[in-house]
């Protein structure tokens, strides 16, 4: 990477084993800094005199004169400015050369890890609360290939569990279900919130769904049949719905597949006294290491979740060879994968086990429950940003075709659902506000892809390319054009980080800060107008920074729009 190379120099030069690199906070100061302090406490110096010795030292070294055009201490700061015609040969060459691999890194040194998420219950809906955990997931996903892994994208399906007895049960209820001509696997998810408020208000129903739980269980009988039908409904609608957010995985696990293999590792832990009976139930009593008591299997016989997660575990462990298990699931979760983590390592599996947790997804009203029926589906959401961008674009281009209309409008609309679960930090609550979310202006999906779409309207107005030709970069003196080229720089060290911190938010941050940058310039500077010889050269950095957006909005799951 460009800065790590400029790095290597320096500790290279001063002989030092390891330097921690700053950014200054203001230009002015430099592009590169280091403090002295810990190196002049090994050399008994003040930290100040030690700066300044070795800035003297270091511009009198003709060999460093290429990279840095002045090296300076403030204080006991030690600060390096950049050479600006190296900056901007250096990384726009860079960016030219890798293209859309910009920025990729072999930090994970090909380390085989499964992510597993967007682990949906069949025969519920798909709400705005899912859309986090697949647009996180999948944006991890994309981070740990970046960053040199072999990531496995999974997904778990619950299609088994009380949930699934619930509709069963519903269904049955209510004959207007099956005459219904709405599609099928949104209208199970109406079904279990009707069913779940008819429970709450008749207790007594509740031994019918035990019943038929076991029935499905069983694998036969008429619940059993209604079961199977009605989980291809669930199925063929959640591949719907992975096809519209460009979502793919590897492999997807059903809970009813590993279901039979977990009550017999259930059994074979109970032997070895791992798992013990507890009021006729099947536990695991963790108290000793401060976990408490997990539930394993009901008094009725019938399995709990971690019935099938030993299984799928195990699966995944032997089957696959990982050096580490990704789990993306909610917040809510996390002493239970405390749980099941200590008796994996009961057991015996060494690999790691990483719980990734993010919090709520609300609404302006307040919080959502699917029990309830009290949410905003993922058709209802998609549909109301879809007919509002449909309008905003027919409006912008009487001229343009409807396709062209909806293919913009789409692309948008699947950019604004991804970047408002992304932008913020995963333990931080969203409160999603489409209004918001749709505006021009401000940390949102439509002025990203707005100030991309227009950086690749200049470059077509100029019928430019930079892969044939040559511009003088050294008319590139403005400081504005080197804050974006140091921005542009940093972006293999965003990469890196967002990675080790499983963090697309912080990516998010570096693009929106990106764009900020460039649109200051863009009405600062003209581009198309200016002389050719600065005009050549502006162009490079445009296609640089449109690139490396590209590249950006890709790892979050996002098309870059070529025109809006």
Request: hydrophobic fraction near 40%; proline fraction near 2%.
């Amino acid at each position: 990477m460009f800065l790590d190379n400029l790095k290597e120099i320096i500790v290279t030069e001063l002989k030092l084993p390891k330097i921690d690199f700053l950014y200054p906070p203001d230009v002015s100061l430099g592009d590169l800094s280091f403090a002295c302090f810990e190196l002049a406490k090994e050399q008994k110096k003040n930290p100040a005199e030690l700066a300044g010795e070795l800035a003297l030292s270091l511009n009198s070294r003709e060999n460093l004169k290429k990279y840095f055009s002045e090296i300076k201490s403030v204080g006991p700061y030690l600060n390096f400015f950049i050479n600006s015609l190296f900056l901007a040969e250096g990384i726009t060459g860079l960016i030219k050369k890798e293209k859309k691999l910009f920025g990729y890194n072999k930090s994970g040194a090909a380390r085989k890890v499964m992510l597993e998420y967007s682990n949906g219950n069949t025969h519920k809906e798909y709400h705005v609360g899912h859309l986090r955990n697949i647009s996180y997931g999948d944006s991890v996903y994309r981070l740990l290939i970046a960053n040199g892994y072999q990531a496995i994208p999974v997904s778990y399906i619950n299609d088994f569990g009380i949930h699934v007895a619930k509709t069963i049960w519903g269904w049955r209820q209510n004959d207007s279900y099956g005459q219904s001509k709405e599609n099928k696997g949104r209208l199970l998810g109406k079904c279990y919130a009707e069913a779940s408020q008819r429970l709450t208000d008749n207790p007594d129903d509740k031994e019918e769904v035990i019943e038929i739980m076991k029935e499905i269980e069983s694998r036969a009988g008429d619940n059993y049949a209604l079961w199977q039908k009605t989980r291809n409904w669930s199925i063929k609608y959640f591949a719907e719905i992975y096809q519209e957010l460009n979502v793919k995985f590897a492999h997807i696990f059903y809970e009813n597949e590993e279901i039979d293999h977990g009550f017999k590792l259930v059994a074979e832990l109970f032997d070895k006294g791992i798992f013990v009976k507890s009021e006729g139930a099947i536990i695991a009593n963790l108290e000793k290491y401060s976990l408490g008591v997990l539930p394993i299997i009901r008094t009725d016989g019938t399995a709990l979740y971690p019935v099938a997660d030993l299984a799928l575990a195990s699966e995944k462990f032997n089957k696959y060879d990982l050096d580490e298990s990704i789990y993306v699931v909610d917040v809510r979760q996390s002493l239970y994968f405390k749980q099941l983590f200590k008796i994996l390592e009961l057991v015996g599996y060494k690999q790691k086990l990483v719980h990734l947790t993010y919090d709520f997804v609300t609404l302006p009203e307040g919080m959502m429950a699917s029990r309830t029926g009290n949410v905003v589906t993922y058709q209802d959401l998609k549909e109301k940003i879809w007919d509002k961008l449909i309008l905003e674009t027919q409006n912008r281009h009487a001229d343009w075709t409807a396709g062209r209309i909806k293919h913009v409008a789409w692309n948008l609309t699947i950019s604004v659902i991804k970047f408002e679960m992304l932008k913020i930090n995963a333990d931080k609550i969203i409160t999603f506000n489409i209004d918001e979310a749709l505006k021009f202006e401000g940390y949102t999906a439509c002025y990203l892809q707005y100030a991309y779409a227009r950086l690749k309207s200049i470059v077509r107005k100029e019928k430019f390319s930079l892969f044939v030709t040559r511009a003088d970069l050294s008319r590139l003196t403005e400081q504005k054009e080197k804050n974006i080229l140091l921005k542009l720089a940093k972006y293999p060290e965003v990469i890196k980080s967002a990675g080790r911190e499983f963090n697309p938010s912080e990516l998010a941050k570096y693009l929106f800060e990106l764009t900020q940058l460039t649109n200051d310039y863009y009405h600062e500077f003209s581009i198309l107008k200016a002389e050719k010889n600065i005009r050549q050269a502006r162009l490079v950095l445009v296609k640089a920074i449109a690139q490396v957006l590209k590249n950006g909005y890709g790892i979050l799951g996002m098309n870059a729009l070529e025109e809006m």
